[in-house]
C-alpha cells in the first residue's frame, strides 16, 4: 500500500513562486519513480513533470524554465519548484507515483492540492 499527499499549493500572484512537496509511504518497497500532474477543469489531465529515485527527470514543455523537479529519497519525498506562474498554470496538482522505473508513473495518486494564479 502506498500513500501519497502534497503540500505547498494556495493562491499567487501572476510572476510569483510556489514550491510543492509530496511525500509518500509505503508498506513495501520504496516509490521509485514519481511524478506532478496537473488537470484544469475541463482539460486533460497533463504530466507536468517525473523524476525517478536514480535522479531521471523530465519536465513538459509547457513549463520548462520555470519548473524544477527534485527529490530527497531520505525523506521519501519530492518537490516541484514553480517560478514565474503563469494564470494558465492555475490547475489541481496531483502527486502520482509508481514502484517501477517510469517517467509516467499513474500507479497511485495523492488527494491533489490546489494552485491559483490570478491578480
Known amino acids: 500500500q502506498v500513500e501519497l499527499v502534497e503540500s505547498g499549493g494556495g493562491l499567487v500572484q501572476p510572476g510569483e513562486s510556489l514550491k510543492l512537496s509530496c511525500t509518500y509511504s509505503?508498506?513495501?518497497?520504496?516509490?521509485?519513480?514519481m511524478a506532478w500532474y496537473r488537470q484544469a477543469p475541463g482539460s486533460q489531465r497533463e504530466l507536468v513533470a517525473a523524476?525517478?529515485?536514480?535522479?531521471?527527470?523530465r519536465v513538459a514543455d509547457s513549463v520548462k524554465g520555470r519548473f524544477t523537479i527534485s527529490r530527497d529519497n531520505a525523506k521519501n519525498t519530492i518537490y516541484m519548484q514553480m517560478n514565474n506562474l503563469k494564470p494558465e498554470d492555475t490547475s489541481v496538482y496531483r502527486c502520482?507515483?509508481?514502484?517501477?522505473?517510469?517517467?509516467?508513473?499513474?500507479?497511485?495518486w495523492g488527494p491533489g492540492t490546489q494552485v491559483t494564479v490570478s491578480s
Open positions: 509505503s508498506t513495501r518497497f520504496a516509490v521509485n519513480s
Open positions: 523524476i525517478t529515485s536514480g535522479g531521471t527527470s
Open positions: 502520482g507515483g509508481s514502484y517501477d522505473y517510469t517517467l509516467t508513473p499513474a500507479d497511485y
